[in-house]
Every structure is written in C-alpha cells, then in structure tokens.
C-alpha cells in the first residue's frame, strides 16, 4: 500500500547535538517530498520540499534533507539542534503532479530538546 | 505567516450541532485543501476545491460539506457533530496549475473544534 513511514514517534536530543529524523514512503515513481513543522498550538509551518534536481535540499531554520532514491527516504537533519527546535515533525509526499493532489502525512515524530 | 487564514481559532460546541469553519488562501491561489488532524487518525485529507470547483475528495463524512466561493474564500460546514469530530481542521493553498507552487500546500493556523 501507498504510504509514509516516520519510524519514530518521540526524539529526544540535548541542545547543540545534531539531529536526523527518518522518513520513508512506498510510491512507484518518486512522489514530491516535504518536511512540515508544527510547534505546540501552531498550525504546519513548510520546511523544505523535494521536486527533482539535487538531492540535497537546503530549507528554513538550519534544516536540510536527502533524498535517496535506493533507499526510498528522504530524512531531515540538522547539524545543532535549538532548543526552539522542539516541536512535531511530519514528512509528507504528493503522488503524482498536476496540481490536484494531496498530501499524504506519515504520523509525525515529536522533538523534544534537553538544555 | 503563510498568508493562509482561518476563523475561528477555537470552537466549542455540543453534539447534533453544525458548524461552520472558513478559510481564506493566499492571495492568488486558486487551490483549497480541507484536511483532519486527531490523536487517532492524525492527518488526513478530507476535501480540494480548484477555482470553486470541487476537484478531489479524501476521508470526508457525509455529514461534512465544503464550498468555495467567487471570492476564492472556503468554507467547511460539519453536521450532526459527534464526540469523534472533535480535531484540528487545517485549511491549505497552492498556487495555480502551470505555476511553481501549483504542488506546495501552505497552511493555515487551524481552528481547533471541541464537541461536548
């Protein structure tokens, strides 16, 4: 089945340490691949999204994210984590193109931030 | 600020009511998206419109209907409200088909329903 996977729900890091959160989806040709953020109470603040082209996507905030097709992911990192960066994390694709598509939503994974 | 808005921020109300939430895209933007965030189901998609048309539907219930109007503004009316309906309903926009954001969703604030 068509689908996104965020391997894990909870993340802790200390502030400063380095940050990867994992994405993987299923979809037969290489769908469009986003990375939201939502902070407690805020609605989904866009990141960075993945088209085509380089596969090192430079967003907002300090974050980057791969995308590897052998792999089938596209993780989100960032290389010192604030303590502002706490907050929940969705990967999201598009299917196909055209405009008239949703986004499908892996379930989220939730930073949390030691000072 | 995803220049998205959405009214109200929060609603309360009782079972068997109706209700009614309003999103206005940014500005330019032809494409609405609906979509349910809950504990259970997370995020899902409910409803598009293109330009005042409907265009895709996803999980949406019977007793919800949505609407664009002229103004390009849209509107998500929810009936006969159960205790389950209580969520966060997110409304999105994109731009125009043939355009680079024709495949970017930019989100609204959400308005936070809770049915008593």
């Known amino acids: 089945a068509q689908s996104v996977t965020q391997p894990d729900i909870h993340i802790t890091v200390s502030e400063g340490a380095s940050l990867e959160l994992r994405c993987n989806y299923s979809y037969g040709a290489t769908p469009y691949l986003f990375w939201y953020v939502q902070s407690p109470g805020q609605g989904l603040q866009l990141l960075l999204k993945?088209?085509?082209?380089?596969?090192l996507v430079q967003g907002i905030k300090g974050f980057e994210a791969e995308f590897k097709r052998s792999q089938s992911s596209f993780n989100l990192r960032k290389p010192s984590v604030h303590w502002s960066d706490a907050a929940e994390y969705f990967c999201a694709v598009v299917p196909f193109s055209g405009g008239y598509n949703k986004l499908i939503f892996g379930a989220g994974t939730r930073l949390a931030v030691h000072p | 600020d995803s220049g998205v808005t959405q009214t109200p921020k929060h609603l309360i109300t009782a079972t068997g009511q109706r209700v009614t939430l309003r999103c206005s895209p940014r500005s330019g933007d032809l494409s609405v998206y609906w979509y349910q965030q809950s504990l259970d189901q997370g995020l899902q998609f409910l409803i598009q419109?293109?330009?005042?048309?409907?265009?895709a539907k996803g999980n949406i219930l019977e007793r919800f209907s949505a609407q664009q109007f002229p103004d390009l503004h849209s509107e998500l009316n929810l009936s006969s409200l159960e205790l389950g309906d209580s969520a966060l309903y997110f409304c999105?926009?994109?731009?125009?088909?043939?355009?680079?954001?024709?495949?970017?969703?930019?989100f609204g604030p959400g308005t936070r329903l809770l049915v008593l």
């Open positions: 999105a926009s994109s731009g125009d088909v043939g355009t680079t954001d024709q495949e970017t969703q930019y």
């Open positions: 419109y293109y330009n005042g048309e409907e265009r």
């Open positions: 993945y088209f085509s082209g380089d596969t």
